[in-house]
């Protein structure tokens, strides 16, 4: 058994999520940490909601409530909609707890103690109406390099450029359209230069591993060679205190949103510790195994534009809180903190060939897919037409059409010919009797579906593990059609030896489909007379804030009586009812109606 921390990237809760946010790291994470803990290992999956920032600022203002108001409404939102989806979380927890304000300053004291924290002034802006601070994407005017009249101050949305606000022609504030007032401020850098040696060595490291994406770890090696210090504290009222004197006090100086974002793994797993009755429990996945042996791998899901904070950032906050960089340093309360094994990028989803865009329509909400189709026909579209390797299209009428040709007519189809010929001839799972060559042939082949299928999953590669456990599903189909045991009249130990090698195929491609599609994995499972329970459910839980904060929802569960990953007999005597169909048919004007949802 080892220990495998999952630790999936933090949507941020400026809005719901559509689905182009969960294919690239939702999915794909549930059905590795499903898999792992199938196989015996010690899971503990680890996200939340990403609730500080800029963009929650501006969309509170907007919609005339409180930041933290409008984080809680969706923070609530996402719960639900990962839920529904059927995320498999230990803790999905969010960053205004205490207990992450509380780790995130141990987390800066420790690298700052270290000394890898610079101070510097830069030029910072102030509304001279009201004398406050005005964030950078508060400020717009025409940017200095396209001049692009509506350019951000933090970035021109036109030719893509990072920018400084005092680089702006003209700029203006978005709230009142004066003209901001620049003035000296100081801020923190983290000094990254300090840590590119050790960040080197330790991508070298993970190269040779051989398991990372190659286009991830070129993409990390690459950003290397332009290291630069980044700033880690902001001019904004909404964040993290800074833990120093003379820092603390002044509510106008925030940490960055993104310093404080990437320490929720590690918050997270302690809450989760917290919680679970056993404060210290986190530490078995994050410090190293006190004798080298058996250390924890962590894997980090993700879409493409977070690889910066997860292969640089965050392992060079995790290296100069232990002082591993060119300045030195120790070790501090939390200990050796492990840097991540693998970080499992994901290309982007598009939605008919195009970005997806709220405000332009062009998107589909997780909350009003799960509302009209089946969860696991949408986890099924994600693993096996996903943005695993590259950029992936979602089409409706690539949704129908692989839900109608693949999950029912092939998948389903299996399950329900295979229980409706067991209920009609015998009511119960028969005995089989002495098999036949093509009996055997196809027991053998559907049990090393556990092996290749299995070996797929552990290295991430889901459209491969999907595609070969589909591939075998055919196969079984094709026996079945061979076999003809709607054709066998006169020869009951014949017929029944068929229709249990068809139960025993249907209870292990179960297994196997199963991190894919848990919701019909149950449900086939009941199909064939078990109790239901292949792959356990997350549930929604309103917990206290551990240290005196407000109440709040969480995703967690019990996952101990996951199904294991191998052939279990099916057992002769099960009664097996008539079934109904498991997946839902979808009429082809789905695609049109959809569409036309699209453009209204
Ligand atoms: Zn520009």
Redesign the pocket.
């Known amino acids: 058994m080892s220990r495998i921390l999952s630790a999936v990237a933090w949507p941020y809760a400026n809005g719901p999520r559509h689905i182009g946010h969960v294919a690239g790291f939702g999915v794909p994470s549930d059905v590795f940490s499903r898999y792992q803990r199938m196989v015996g290992n010690d899971v503990l999956m680890v996200s939340g909601s990403d609730e500080h920032g800029t963009p929650i600022l501006i969309a509170a203002d907007e919609a005339g409530v409180t930041p933290q108001q409008l984080a809680d409404t969706n923070h609530r939102l996402i719960v639900e909609d990962f839920l529904a989806l059927g995320l498999s979380y230990d803790l999905y927890t969010r960053t205004t707890t205490r207990n992450h304000h509380r780790v995130v300053q141990e987390m800066f004291t420790g690298v700052w103690e270290n000394g890898y924290f610079v101070e510097q002034t830069t030029t910072g802006a102030i509304s001279p109406s009201t004398g406050r601070t005005l964030p950078d994407r508060y400020i717009e005017g025409t940017?200095?390099?396209?001049?692009?009249d509506g350019?951000r101050g933090d970035q021109?949305?036109?030719?893509?450029?990072q920018?400084d606000p005092a680089d702006l022609i003209d700029p203006r504030s978005k709230i009142n359209g004066e003209t901001p007032q620049f003035v000296e401020t100081q801020h923190f850098f983290l000094d990254l230069p300090a840590l590119a040696e050790a960040l080197g060595e330790w991508l070298d490291e993970r190269e040779a591993s051989g398991t990372w994406r190659p286009n991830v770890i070129r993409f990390s090696q690459n950003i290397l060679k332009e290291i630069r210090p980044r700033a880690i504290t902001r001019d904004i009222d909404w964040g993290i205190a800074v833990p120093l004197d003379g820092w603390r006090e002044n509510p106008a100086k925030r940490l960055y949103v993104w310093f404080d974002a990437v320490i929720g793994y590690l918050s997270a797993s302690i809450e989760w510790a917290r919680r679970s009755g056993d404060p210290e429990a986190w530490r078995a996945w994050w410090n190293p195994a006190p004798d080298g042996q058996g250390e924890a791998r962590s894997y980090y899901f993700m879409g493409k534009d977070n690889i910066t904070f997860h292969a640089q950032i965050w392992p060079a906050e995790l290296l100069a809180y232990d002082g591993l960089g060119s300045r030195g340093g120790t070790t501090h309360d939390l200990g050796r903190l492990c840097l991540p094994t693998e970080v499992v990028s994901s290309e982007f989803l598009t939605m008919e060939g195009r970005k997806f865009s709220s405000s332009k329509r062009v998107v589909i909400y997780v909350r009003d897919m799960l509302e009209r189709y089946q969860p696991d026909a949408f986890r099924y579209f994600v693993a096996a037409a996903g943005p695993e390797n590259n950029d992936a299209d979602f089409t409706w009428a690539e949704f129908v059409q692989r839900t109608n040709s693949e999950l029912v007519a092939g998948w389903g189809n299996l399950v329900n010919r295979t229980a409706t010929l067991i209920a009609k001839n015998f009511g119960e799972v028969p005995a089989a009797g002495e098999l036949a060559a093509a009996d055997s042939a196809v027991l053998d082949l559907v049990v090393t579906a556990f092996d290749t299928v299995g070996d797929h999953i552990a290295r991430n590669r889901m459209r491969l593990a999907i595609q070969e456990a589909m591939r075998t599903v055919g196969e079984v189909n094709r026996y079945v059609s061979d076999s003809e045991p709607w054709k066998i009249k006169d020869d009951p130990e014949r017929l029944a030896t068929v229709l249990h090698v068809m139960a025993q195929c249907v209870a292990d491609l179960n297994v196997v489909l199963s991190p894919f599609l848990p919701f019909s994995a149950n449900a086939v499972d009941r199909v064939l007379g078990g109790a239901g329970d292949v792959q356990p459910m997350p549930r929604l839980e309103e917990v206290e804030d551990l240290d005196g904060g407000a109440a709040y929802p969480v995703i967690t569960g019990d996952y101990s009586t996951t199904r294991a990953w191998r052939r279990h007999p099916v057992v002769p005597g099960t009664p097996v009812e008539k079934p109904s169909p498991v997946f839902r048919k979808l009429d082809s004007a789905v695609v049109e109606e959809e569409l036309s949802r699209l453009e209204g």
């Open positions: 940017c200095p390099i396209c001049e692009y350019a021109c949305d036109n030719c893509g450029n920018l």
